[in-house]
């Protein structure tokens, strides 16, 4: 018969317990960095690929979305060829990435966009969590060329306080822009 000396594998005691959760508390928590800010030459890469994106849609809609530097899925406008009206660059996108990645890894990811997001592009990007949306043409530049719905995506993000989005416009605007004078 084997025989075990327990002491050797006792659980602490109460006291030791307690003094290891306290020191748990006091010891400070590591900081976990925040992705770098992506620079403005890495904005205008990603951008550059929405808008190739754009140029193949059958409207001049692309979108890109990226995590710590790889691009996890591109969307372009299919909403004539598949008889769809929600199927905008961005949606197209964020669906894709579902498909290929699940929805999680979109939290705090980036979102490229060749025009600034409708609503219902916006409200979709709102409840993916993304973490930043750049856009190229802005809903005014865009308004000068097709029709639009004038709410822009600072003020939806705005009446959105559960999901925090930094937003940057204007990247390659004039790039994104001459497209509509080629359809």
């Known amino acids: 018969m084997h025989r075990c000396d327990c002491s050797r ?5 109460r006291r030791s317990f307690l003094t290891g959760l306290a020191s748990i508390g006091a010891t400070p928590m590591l900081a976990f960095a925040e992705p770098a800010e992506p620079t403005a030459a890495e904005d205008e890469r ?51 990435c579902i498909a290929m990645e699940g929805s999680r890894i979109m939290r705090g990811s980036t979102l490229y966009t060749s025009g600034e997001p409708c ?12 973490g930043r949306l750049v856009y190229a043409a802005s ?35 004039d790039e994104a822009m001459s497209l509509f004078a080629k359809k």
């Open 9 to 13: 594998h006792a659980l602490p005691n």
């Open 46 to 96: 990603f951008m550059r690929i929405a808008i190739a994106e754009a140029k193949l849609g059958d409207f001049p809609f692309g979108a890109v979305i990226v995590r710590e530097g790889r691009i996890l899925a591109r969307g372009r406008n299919l909403g004539r060829r598949n008889a769809d009206p929600t199927a905008h660059g961005e949606m197209v996108a964020i669906r894709r």
């Open 119 to 130: 609503a219902m592009c916006m409200g979709a990007i709102l409840w993916s969590h993304f």
């Open 139 to 173: 809903l005014e530049q865009l308004a000068t060329k097709i029709d639009q719905i004038m709410v822009p995506s600072q003020e939806l993000a705005g009446k959105a306080s559960f999901a925090p989005i930094a937003i940057k416009g204007g990247v390659l605007a």
